[in-house]
């Protein structure tokens, strides 16, 4: 493999001994349990990967992470690279792009096969001392491939969203070569963050290190910047589980995450549409406002929040970046799967006019299933650059993920099996006759019952940091004795075998107020005392970001999509809470007649800036919420996916102010103007 230093890098993934089988990327949490020798060499190999005296070599960690933002170099960045921006531009970024699903595709291979080399090298040091251990130890490192966090694997109560492998307090022990087989704790957790060397303490005025204090990555940075808050990020993300702890009536919505994906992978056909958040324009109504990189945003800021990972430019340097991605591009790969050959569906990296130019790929038109996926080389040919079309099979880079085996799931109908029995929180339809799911339902809708009778004490940080989301002992109580409706089956919500899937649509311009905002959405009071705790509301249904950047950006793609004003969209699905208050009686179907006037009472939404700043909704630039609807139509046969409505409706009634509180004739929005009250979708000029 080409060093980099004297020409190009060739990006050809790892080389599987039989093409149409290779290994599997696997779930993190399933490497750690069920691969313990590939665990104990990802881990030494992440470890040297990292090594932050290596920093000037282009193969290093730190300049690999650079490629997706700053430092805004050229890479490799060495005399032989010729390399000439269009237009000066700065940054290899595809976000809000219709390539940026297959951008990431080789780029992660890349990754993959530097840290496989140190995986093999590892492997093969051991000697005769575990003579017995070495082949096991050969063989697994031939297998290896990078795994994947699934942060939507919701249905075993004890996987948390955030997985405890990647904190920095977790310090994993490992069995080294010439150790005789003795296992020793690592000096740090290299999948907790990455301890920046001289390069990165030196760059762009710390723009990079961001917390020189500490010199390294942070999640969740505490207010003296000099530490992650691991203790709040444990308690933050757990509360986005699902709540399986009946007994403390768990009322978390990581369920959300998974109602996302599960929608966006059955309900997508259009490539473009779920590829990217990028809005399309008036002309293309309501339908697809949600994507994957919707979702992915999402998940940047859930772990960041105001660290590495929420801020685009520097997010690739914290390693839990690779882990996310890693299974961003699992979830293409399925999409892909279902979907068939995506290379013969025509709207696959169809031509677009609405992608600006990155450092060297053009915009416009120009981006489509043949651009140039610049700086990853297809060979040692300069300029000889990947495309989506050459990068639309795993198999290409030597790997599949558990899903996308088609010597196991030969067909669609089987991989839409594997995706029900592996998200089966993820929709109305796949959750009849499941008592573990319906019990899981009804614990919650205790609660809800209760919240509707008396007020329920507002979330602090301190009550957060001690008890997380654990409801207190004398609402527990009262809970228990709360009495719910008992024929409320699930089956009740269809009519002629139909339900309706309600979703929240939002659109925002991208860099909106420094692109620093995200917008919170609940069903009932969003107790508005401390917005930094809204996650803890268990009223809160999900959340939008946009992941945009301020005015001080090194990348120019991202100043262009300023100067244009660009929108994107995200979609959150309400189905699934609306089906919880079902339950408790508080709302008696999913009917327009029955659900537009309990919205139109219960859905807020806030805007939160800066450090949770509760911010006026009408401040940020084309902020627009509204609500559809997607008539769904339930498989007889339990293991087949939903049949969807060609088209969703939009129901302005759920975001539309009362007439008495009109200012003049026409319907006004709710949420200072910023609810969707009818005719056409406004637009940014």
């Known amino acids: 493999m080409s060093d980099g230093t004297k020409g190009p890098v060739p990006v050809l993934g790892i080389k599987s001994d039989v093409f149409d089988k290779p290994p599997s990327r696997i779930e993190l949490r399933d490497m750690r349990a069920n691969h313990k020798d590939q665990w104990n060499l990802y881990l030494q190999a992440m470890e040297r990967f990292m090594d932050p005296t290596k920093e000037k070599e282009p193969l290093s960690f730190y300049q690999i992470a650079g490629i997706h933002g700053m430092p805004y170099t050229k890479w490799p960045n060495y005399s032989w690279n010729k390399e000439k921006p269009i237009n000066d531009q700065q940054g290899y970024c595809t976000h809000s792009s219709v390539l940026f699903l297959t951008w990431h595709r080789p780029y992660l291979a890349l990754y993959e096969q530097v840290l496989y080399k140190h995986v093999n090298n590892i492997a093969q040091s051991y000697g005769t001392e575990l003579a017995e251990r070495r082949d096991a130890y050969i063989k697994a490192a031939k297998d290896f491939r990078m795994p994947y966090w699934d942060w939507a694997l919701q249905t075993n109560e004890d996987v948390t969203l955030f997985p405890w492998e990647v904190w920095s307090s977790t310090i994993p022990s490992v069995i080294r070569p010439g150790s005789q087989g003795e296992s020793t704790p690592m000096s740090a957790n290299p999948l907790a963050s990455y301890k920046f060397g001289s390069e990165g303490q030196s760059d762009q005025g710390g723009a990079i290190n961001k917390f020189p204090k500490v010199g390294r990555t942070l999640r969740w940075p505490n207010d003296a910047s000099n530490a992650s808050d691991e203790g709040t990020l444990q308690t933050w993300l757990n509360a986005w589980k699902t709540g399986n702890d009946r007994d403390k009536f768990n009322m978390s919505r990581g369920k959300n995450l998974t109602e996302r994906v599960f929608w966006i992978l059955t309900a997508y056909t259009n490539f473009g549409a779920m590829c990217c958040n990028l809005f399309q324009g008036s002309e293309s109504g309501w339908n697809n406002w949600g994507s994957l990189e919707d979702v992915h945003n999402a998940v940047h800021n859930y772990v960041g929040n105001g660290g590495h990972m929420s801020a685009v430019p520097i997010s690739s ?42 450092r060297v790929i053009a915009g416009g038109p120009k981006q489509n299933a043949d651009t140039p996926l610049a700086p990853f080389n297809a060979s040692e040919k300069i300029e000889d650059f990947w495309t989506s079309a050459a990068a639309k099979d795993t198999k290409t880079f030597g790997h599949v993920y558990p899903e996308t085996r088609d010597w196991v799931y030969k067909n669609p109908a089987d991989i839409k099996s594997q995706l029900i029995s592996l998200y089966s929180y993820g929709s109305l339809s796949t959750m009849f006759n499941k008592p573990s799911i319906t019990s899981n339902l009804v614990s919650r809708a205790r609660l809800h019952s209760l919240a509707a009778q008396i007020p329920l004490p507002t979330p602090t940080l301190e009550s957060v940091q001690t008890d997380g989301d654990k409801i207190p002992e004398e609402i527990e109580q009262k809970a228990a004795g709360v009495k719910i409706p008992t024929d409320r089956d699930l089956r009740n919500l269809v009519i002629d075998n139909k339900y309706l899937e309600w979703l929240v649509d939002i659109k925002a311009e991208k860099h909106a107020n420094n692109g620093d905002f995200v917008v919170h959405v609940f069903l009932a009071d ?31 793609k991202c100043k262009v999509d300023q100067a244009e004003r660009i929108e994107v969209t995200g979609q959150i699905p309400l189905t699934l809470a609306l089906v919880e208050r079902y339950q408790a009686g508080l709302v008696d179907g999913l009917t327009p007649e029955v659900v537009e006037p309990y919205l139109a009472q219960n859905l807020h939404w806030r805007v939160v800036t ?19 609807t997607c008539e769904v139509t339930v498989p007889t046969d339990a293991n087949a996916l939903p049949q969807l409505a060609a088209n969703v409706v939009p129901r302005p009634a759920a975001t539309t102010r009362k007439q ?6 026409q319907p006004e929005g709710r949420g200072d103007g910023t609810g969707y009250a009818g005719g056409n979708i406004p637009v940014l000029t």
């Open 317 to 358: 340097f914290d390693p839990v970046f690779w882990l996310h991605h890693t299974n961003i591009d699992r979830l293409f790969a399925i999409w892909q799967a279902l979907h068939n050959d995506t290379i013969s569906n025509p709207t696959f990296v169809a031509p677009s006019d609405r992608s600006n130019s990155t």
């Open 526 to 556: 969003p107790q508005d005392d401390n917005p930094a705790l809204y996650i803890f509301n268990h009223n809160h249904v999900a959340a939008f970001s946009t992941l945009g950047q301020d005015s001080e950006t090194g990348c120019e």
């Open 610 to 628: 800066g450090n949770a700043q509760l911010t006026p909704r009408d401040q940020i630039n084309g902020l627009l919420v509204g609500v559809v």
């Open 660 to 665: 008495e509180d009109w200012s003049g004739d």
